[in-house]
């Protein structure tokens, strides 16, 4: 399935959703203020009309190029099967259904930047990285000084610093966590920035 | 049944169902039914068709990201990965580690061979 068939069923599904917007393969609750709360249709190469549906969410003040579902999960059907079929005769009922049971409880209780730390630590079972730095970014970006220096030390870590992107990911860890104690004035600006520099980068200006 | 032996016989019900063959359109065509079989298991440890980015699960297409067929547990913290492969392809060294550098776990997640 292409973005503009993607886009025409997330149309279709919306009166399921109350209070989201499609953009191409992604429907969201708008207004987009800190966090991005999104449903993501992504194609499969099984064949053109097989596709997945994924629910996530991301704090918007951590450096981004792209949307990412370290924060949430597949969308399954009632077989247990992780994969939708645009032909199928109830998709709409079904695929519907299976938003309204498990995106929305999933995506609506987060509304503060706290609640986006905690339903993080939720998902946080396998010591994941990039689940840690949401928290700690989020905890941040909520003014939670003490309790987002201890996240970012929890984050490096959890870091290999061999590793070019996790040694890129501890070094702007560490930066924030000098700030943060001696200046969170510079560190809610930079957050801010990151954050308002992700919305340009996923074209989500005209929602928030 | 062993997640292995679960996806040895989905591969080996793709390649009969695709019946025989060798080439790329033939691979295309086992993948596609393996995919299938592995979907129909129903399992939910098991997730087909996962794309990473430096340890990120990213949409299909993300400039960079890899790919693999079938992941075991959780997306985040898979426990194991597999790749299958038909005809005369195999699973190499430099697939493994490429895979390996961008899943979560890198090089402590083994990257396995699916044949049918």
Known sequence: MKKKDFAALAKRLLPHLAGFTVKGPMLFIQPVKHTLRGIYFEGSSFDARS????????????????????????VRGVGGGDRWNAAAPNLLAE?????????????????????????????????????????????ARAGDVAQAAMALDQLVGLLDEKVPWQCEMADRARALKSQIVSNPADVQRQLAAWEAEN?????????R | ?????????????????????????????????FEAEVNTLGKAHLSTEVSYLNGRVVPR??????????????????????????????LTPARIQHIQSHIPGGNTVPVLEVRP
Not at chain 1, 116 to 136: C, F, G
Not at chain 1, 199 to 207: C, D, I, M, P, S
Not at chain 2, 13 to 26: D, E, K, L, T
């Open chain 1, 51 to 74: 596709f997945y549906v994924w629910m996530f969410f991301m704090p918007l003040c951590v450096p981004t190029n792209h949307v990412g579902f370290n924060l949430g999960r597949r």
């Open chain 1, 95 to 139: 695929l519907g259904a299976a938003l309204k049971h498990e995106a929305l409880p999933f995506l609506g209780g987060i509304e503060s930047l706290h609640d986006v730390a905690k339903a993080a630590t939720a998902l946080q079972t396998s010591q994941d990285p990039y689940v840690q730095e949401a928290i700690a970014y989020a905890l």
């Open chain 1, 199 to 207: 919305v340009r980068n996923l074209g989500l200006e005209a929602f």
């Open chain 2, 1 to 33: 049944m062993t997640t292995a032996d679960d996806l040895a016989a989905a591969a080996q019900r793709a390649a009969q169902h695709v019946g025989p063959g060798q080439g790329p359109v033939y691979g295309t065509q086992v993948h596609s039914a």
């Open chain 2, 61 to 90: 297409g993300a400039p960079g990201s890899v790919r693999v067929d079938v992941v075991e547990g959780p997306l985040t913290a898979p426990t194991r990965v597999f790749d299958l492969k038909t005809g005369s392809a195999r």
